[in-house]
């Protein structure tokens, strides 16, 4: 009732512990809680786009979400609990690869767009995590099929280290091919800054680009609020935004934007 109330009143994602999990540890409840609560408008953002492409095609099949322990859940109960979801994608591609293999005992590996995932499946089952899902730094008490991720993909940044060197990820990236195909103008800025061959310690060949528009319950500051009135027009260098903002670019302040999947960057990437 309580959070009916408080929904009600502030139009906010509100998320009740004894309803995710039963773990007793409370850092994992209070980890597991916010990110259900974080979670919620990006899963009602996809959901209702899938609604959208079903209503396109003409398809009135119930939409069901497969869950991190490779259970379905109804769009209803995904929309309430998303944080459900986590490990969902690998969870299906363990499901697909043991009925396309027709094998018993294998090893599940999973190349997507931000990770590597493996799984290890045994006698026809898969091992559930025993102590819930750990995503980075949050560690929640979700249970899920105990996969173990790796943050490299074909959507992992490269990016220089402080040695003039190359790293790969775990930082996710548009892939500048992908960009450049919505917005070609970023040729000529990419052939520009080639032409000039000067050197910097950051990547100058970084472009930001708006992913989506802030929720009205968001509060950005004024630096954020310009970088994102810089590029409403379409994607910038790091350069290009830094002088938009008149600012560094050393000074470019977007990890908030893009936790919040805001903004987004593009960078060379195993893709490209």
């Not at 995710?20 to 850092?27: Q, R």
């Not at 209702?48 to 939409?63: C, D, E, F, T, Y």
């Not at 293999?101 to 091992?127: E, F, K």
């Not at 790293?167 to 103008?185: D, I, M, V």
Request: with cysteine; charged share 25%.
């Amino acid at each position: 009732e309580l959070k009916k109330r408080l929904r009600a009143e502030f139009e906010l994602p509100v998320a009740a512990a004894h309803e995710l999990t039963v773990e007793i540890n409370s850092m994992r409840r209070a980890a597991t809680t916010l990110l259900n609560a974080r979670l919620t408008p990006l899963i009602d953002e996809l959901m209702k786009a899938v609604r959208a492409v079903m209503a396109q095609k003409g398809i009135s099949a119930p939409l069901m979400i497969v869950r991190g322990d490779g259970s379905l859940m109804t769009d209803a109960f995904a929309a309430e609990y998303p944080v459900e979801t986590l490990l969902s994608g690998p969870a299906s591609s363990v499901t697909g690869a043991m009925r396309l293999s027709g094998r018993p005992d294998m090893i599940a590996v999973d190349i997507g767009g931000t990770t590597t995932d493996l799984a290890m499946v045994r006698g026809g089952l898969t091992q559930m995590s025993s102590d819930g899902v750990d995503v980075g730094a949050w560690r929640t008490g979700t249970r899920a099929i105990q996969i173990k991720t790796i943050g490299l993909g074909g959507d992992s940044a490269v990016d220089r280290d402080e040695r003039g060197g190359l790293t790969l990820g775990p930082e996710r990236a548009q892939p500048l091919c992908s960009l450049a195909k919505e917005y070609p103008g970023i040729l000529s800025t990419l052939e520009e800054i080639e032409l000039d061959g000067s050197y910097q310690s950051y990547y100058r060949g970084t472009f930001y680009k708006i992913l989506r528009r802030p929720g009205a319950h968001m509060e950005l500051n004024g630096h954020e609020q310009k970088l994102i009135a810089a590029l409403e027009n379409g994607p910038l260098s790091v350069d290009q935004l830094a002088k938009a903002v008149g600012s560094r670019p050393y000074f470019i302040y977007s990890d908030r934007l893009e936790k919040l999947g805001i903004l987004i960057k593009s960078k060379v990437t195993p893709t490209d």
